[in-house]
Every structure is written in C-alpha cells, then in structure tokens.
C-alpha cells in the first residue's frame, strides 16, 4: 500500500511541476527533493520537529518553508513538502522521490542502465555502451556504471527487470552449465 500512496503523491507533483505555469521544470524539482532529503538526513533534530504530532501544523510549515527558502527550494515543491508533513507521509518521501523519478524518466522517455563493470571504464567505451543501449532500448539511456572486480572482465547491464551478461563470470557459469548438461 505505501509504494500506491508513494505513487499518488509522485504523480501529483509531476503533474503540478509539469504544468507550463509552474515555473520550474521536473529534474529541478527531483535535485530540490534530493536536497530536502540530504536536510532531513544531516539534522535529526528537524526530522524529529517535522514528523513530531506534538509539533503545531502551522510551525511545521513555517518550518519548511523557512528551510525551503534557504535550500533553493521551489515554492511548489515546498508547498508538495508540507503536504506530505501534514498528512504524515513523511517516511514515505523516499519511495515518492524515487516513484517521481521513474514517472519523469517514463514521460521523457529515459531508461536508467545499472552497469557492472569490471575495472574503470573509458569514455569513450562508455559512449559505445550508452549507444548500443539505446539502439536496444529504444530510449535515451542513462547508465550508472559500478566496479565489481569479481566479474573478472566484461560487464553486466540491468534495465529494469531485463538483465544483459557480457561479464567473463558469466560466460564462465555458462559454460559449466553447458558442460554438466551434457555429461
């Protein structure tokens, strides 16, 4: 039920910042919720005033938009913030961010690639990768590369549910299971 209510709230804000009148655009206000996470993260003592009952709704939004002011925070997305205090979701802002993020890449047409790789990857190995994935996908993709040392060459691509193995371990795995098969 939490990801459903995360759902929601992700995209009434989508939908709001979207809006050519709202003057900001998408990927800002992902960077503001990001901001407002890393704020709730550093100050226990803010965190504990914002999800508090004992705390006056009121001073809870003068609160957020005290610190929203200070962060650079649209007046929408701290407008969305308080909303999200008010009806005590709070807990629930990671799963809205995330849920946001996935919503304003699907409206852009933006896949996100989790790439393992096993040493550094160049430039322009990486242009080739993020092109081939692309042809592939369809969509501009993003990739976010990791180092796993343990793949001992190659690299693995997830999309989403669709995973793809160039790794040497995994041409390794196959290779065995080729070979127990058929003896």
């Known amino acids: 039920m939490s990801l459903a209510v995360a759902n929601q709230y992700a995209k009434a804000l989508l939908e709001a910042i979207t809006d050519p009148q709202s003057?900001?655009?998408a990927e800002e206000a992902l960077a503001q919720l990001d901001v407002f996470q890393n704020v709730m993260r550093e100050s226990q003592e803010l965190?504990?005033?914002?999800?508090?009952?004992?705390?006056a709704a009121e001073q809870k939004r003068n609160v957020v938009r005290r610190v929203g002011e200070l962060a650079?925070?649209?007046p929408l997305v701290r407008n969305f913030l308080a909303v999200v205090i008010h009806k005590r979701r709070l807990g629930l802002l990671p799963e809205m961010r995330e849920r946001f993020r996935a919503l304003?890449?699907?409206?852009l047409g933006i896949a996100r690639a989790h790439v393992l790789v096993a040493q550094p990857?160049?430039?322009g190995v990486r242009a080739a990768v993020e092109a081939e994935l692309a042809r592939v996908t369809?969509?501009?993709v993003r990739c976010d590369y990791r180092i796993d040392p343990a793949l001992l060459g190659?690299?693995?691509v997830n999309i989403g549910s669709t995973m793809y193995d160039g790794s040497v371990r995994g041409q390794l795995a196959a290779l065995r299971r080729r070979l127990t098969a058929e003896a």
Do not use: C, N, Q
């Not at 304003?104 to 409206?107: G, K, M, Q, R, V």
């Open 154 to 156: 190659g690299m693995t």
């Open 72 to 74: 650079g925070i649209h």
């Open 23 to 25: 003057g900001s655009g």
């Open 104 to 107: 304003l890449d699907e409206s």
């Open 47 to 55: 965190r504990i005033a914002l999800e508090s009952p004992a705390v």
């Open 121 to 123: 990857v160049p430039d």
């Open 138 to 140: 369809g969509k501009t």
